[in-house]
């Protein structure tokens, strides 16, 4: 999995990457609804201040929004599992990732 820096894709990619991703995700938050460009706003803040990347997996050839910490969590484990390494305890499935930390 790679990060895609948001100065590689145009405006009009990066706009359809982050309603991909709400859409995906939903806006219901529970107790009250949040539009859809409430959320779009909310995540394009947090890709500008760096704490959501954007990444690709090239083996699944699937772009998603990731917290700083899920992409961490990921090379971490990856590397571990190139060295050999299959103690990936506290590690669970990337496949289904935790993206409830975007808000």
Do not use: W
């Amino acid at each position: 999995m790679i990060e895609i820096p948001l100065d590689r894709l145009s405006p009009e990619i990066l706009k359809a990457v982050i309603e991909e991703f709400v859409l995906r995700e939903g806006t219901d938050y529970g107790a009250s609804e949040t539009s859809m460009g409430s959320k779009i706003a909310q995540v394009r803040r947090q890709l500008d201040s760096g704490d959501v990347l954007i990444t690709f997996d090239p083996v699944t050839e699937n772009c998603t929004l990731l917290t700083r910490h899920q992409f961490t969590r990921y090379v971490v484990a990856q590397q571990s599992a190139s060295q050999g390494d299959d103690s990936n305890e506290g590690y669970s499935q990337m496949g289904g990732q935790d993206t409830q930390g975007i808000d």
